[in-house]
């Protein structure tokens, strides 16, 4: 008797994706939460990639997290982007300091599904990758943290178990640090505003925090703020490299739907398919010179990094995000040309890919960062 093997982590996830694609539409156009894809996600043993075999996770490399997170961005780019951010800062958190909070919540991904993300991005402050300090405030008490402030981009909110907010202490000398915040805390507000052009299932609505208390043990790692740089490199690795799988899965799904619909396509006067056209086909070759290209970094670049650990990937980790979503934006672009107002069609998933391939432009590290910090290193100017 033959016994089948179980499907490979990337196979549950190419499986749950085509799944995913029959309703992102739907999600898309209302700015609904996909709860039931998170759903078929915890089933699936999806959420607890990186979390440690000690704690019962996959303990996934770098490499596999891509080949997933491209995977699910094929059927839902907006799921796809609330589980990277899970895999990323759950990775970060395997790496921390360790602490029974930090056991807990790894334990918790994996036993009950719990959800996390980091808070960073403020009205007024922006990205802190740009430098300054949060208003967001931590205020010690007799038992432990008030946390007050206002965080928006908090992404995945409506289903997140832990908040990590990055805050200040009050007081002089303020340190900065990731602070525990659950979701079920008395003073945790999610307010519904996000409507965006892309990612618009995403739920990064606005975090408000009215003197919420926590106990002492949920400051994870407070910092004076010279202290935090430079930032931990290991962090900024994962997050340059999967949104760059995420953002290519975005366009890889645009191809495919382009190489369908070529095919389908015969226009009376022609009495053929468009894919037979000498003009469509080298558009076509082109789109898929920018992906191998795409899949050639990103996926070089990972296994290099299982291999030899991240210690001196930043700059190839935030060089392969540039590249390769600069080259996932125009691939759609190309298709979108070639097929001209179908294209932009709301009955055809291309302009929604087209709306969400746009966002991997706000990511940190943005563009300019990128090629001032790499002209600066081909030019021997040290920061």
Not at 79 to 100: C, D, E, F, K, N
Not at 205 to 223: F, G, K, N, Q
Request: glycine share 8%; aromatic share 6%.
């Amino acid at each position: 008797m033959v016994i089948a093997e179980a499907p490979s982590l990337v196979d549950r996830a190419a499986s749950l994706a085509r799944e995913f694609a029959t309703r992102a539409a739907e999600h898309d156009r209302d700015a609904s939460f996909p709860f039931e894809n998170f759903a078929a996600l915890r089933a699936a043993g999806l959420l607890s990639l990186t979390v440690p075999a000690e704690f019962g996770g996959a303990e996934a490399g770098l490499a596999e997290v891509c080949r997933v997170v491209q995977e699910v961005a094929k059927g839902d780019a907006s799921t796809a982007l609330v589980l990277a951010m899970q895999y990323i800062y759950i990775s970060g958190l395997a790496r921390g300091r360790r602490s029974p909070v930090r056991e807990r919540v790894l334990r918790e991904v994996v036993e009950q599904g719990a959800m996390v993300n980091t808070m960073r991005v403020e009205p007024e402050l922006g990205t802190p990758s740009r430098g300054g300090l949060p208003a967001t405030t931590a205020t010690e008490t007799t038992n432990g943290w008030r946390i007050s402030g206002h965080k928006i981009y908090a992404t995945g909110s409506p289903m997140l178990s832990y908040f990590f907010v990055w805050a200040r202490t009050t007081g002089d000398n303020p340190r900065v640090g990731s602070f525990l915040v659950p979701r079920n805390a008395r003073g945790v507000e999610v307010i519904e505003t996000w409507d965006q052009m892309g990612m618009r299932a995403t739920g990064s609505h606005d975090l408000l925090l009215h003197e919420v208390e926590i106990p002492s043990d949920y400051a994870l790692d407070l910092r004076l703020p010279a202290q935090w740089q430079p930032p931990d490199p290991a962090t900024g690795v994962w997050n340059g490299v999967v949104l760059s799988a995420l953002y290519h899965g975005v366009a890889c799904a645009a191809r495919d739907w382009l190489l369908a619909y070529l095919h389908e396509r015969v226009p009376a006067n022609l009495g053929a398919s468009l894919a037979t056209l000498p003009r469509f086909q080298t558009a076509t070759g082109e789109i898929q010179a920018l992906l191998y290209t795409n899949e050639r970094l990103i996926y070089g670049l990972a296994a290099e990094i299982d291999r030899e650990g991240p210690a001196g990937a930043s700059p190839r980790a935030s060089l392969v995000k540039y590249v390769s979503t600069n080259n996932a934006v125009l691939a759609v672009d190309i298709a979108l040309g070639l097929v001209g107002n179908p294209g932009l069609s709301r009955a055809h998933p291309l302009e929604r890919h087209h709306r969400d391939v746009l966002c991997s432009r706000i990511h940190t590290p943005q563009d300019d960062m990128v090629l001032l910090a790499a002209g600066k290193s081909a030019l021997g100017i040290v920061p």
